[in-house]
């Protein structure tokens, strides 16, 4: 039995919305083989479960890390300390900023119907949307939109906090922020899971792929080419070129 662990946008999905039907039947037939699947998205558990109907009941890792889902129950791995939250949201109110606030199942947000995370959020209706004062236990803050020289300094003033893990999307003005120290690969560790296959196509999947025995890059995004240099094998970003690789390597 092997185990193979999918990043999701950009990797298995490449609008957002839809997984195509040929990588979907190549991760079924996975699992008819015997094989172990976990899907490791950026996403909360609740925006990942719509987009990956039929798999409902495998291993599931999201919001970078923080969340994971065994035997069905979501587990937070570790939320963001209250401390780092308060200033956080300070952050948001000072700057005026637009946000998705992440808790182990609902959330807060403000977004602009434009924004392209603003047709994943909750897209099933799963959860609740809530204040940001009624979010008392954070897993996951986006801050969205900002302007490049923005994005950085901010990125550089709450790495330094220590407290915090801050990735920063190239071309997104996106800044994904979780508890210090949470990202996919200590996720996976929280499952026990040290040998896998692993599928990515971007910087919050840097962790998780460096752990891997097999590194599949879906070269998906050109700006970043070159961190699949290190890959065992570099996919073109096609629902066949996926589906193919899942095949060859069952």
């Known amino acids: 039995m092997k185990t193979f662990v999918f990043d999701v946008d950009g990797t298995l999905s490449f609008d957002g919305q839809t997984i195509a039907a040929e990588i979907l039947a190549s991760i079924q037939a996975l699992v008819e083989r015997g094989h172990r699947i976990i899907f490791a998205s ?3 558990i609740r925006d990942l ?3 990956i109907p039929g798999f409902k009941h495998v291993q599931l890792i999201g919001a970078n890390g923080a969340l994971v889902v065994q035997n069905g129950r979501v587990e937070v791995v570790a939320p963001i300390q209250t401390a780092d939250f308060h200033r956080l949201r300070g952050v948001i109110a000072q700057a ?15 977004v602009t119907p434009t924004h392209p995370l603003a047709q994943r959020i909750d897209p099933a209706h799963l ?5 940001l004062g009624e979010i008392t236990t954070a897993v996951k803050v986006v801050l ?3 302007p490049p020289r923005q994005a950085t300094d901010l990125s550089r003033t709450l790495a330094a906090r220590k407290g915090l893990a801050v990735v920063s999307y190239a071309g997104e003005g996106n800044l994904d922020i979780t508890a210090q120290d949470i990202n996919k690969a200590t ?34 995004k050109t700006q970043l080419a070159h961190l699949g240099q290190l890959a065992s094998v570099t996919c073109q970003p096609t629902s066949q070129a996926v589906a193919t690789q899942i095949a060859r390597l069952a």
Do not use: C, K
Request: glycine fraction near 8%; charged fraction near 20%.
């Open 42 to 44: 950026a996403r909360p």
């Open 187 to 220: 996720a996976l560790q929280h499952l026990g899971v040290t040998d896998y296959i692993a599928f990515g196509n971007d910087q919050n999947d840097l962790e998780m792929l460096a752990g891997a025995r097999t590194i599949v890059w879906v070269n998906s």
């Open 49 to 51: 479960m719509p987009i």
């Open 96 to 110: 005026n900023l637009d946000y998705v606030v992440d808790g182990r199942w609902d959330y807060a947000a403000r």
């Open 127 to 131: 959860a609740q949307r809530v204040s």
């Open 144 to 146: 969205l939109g900002l």
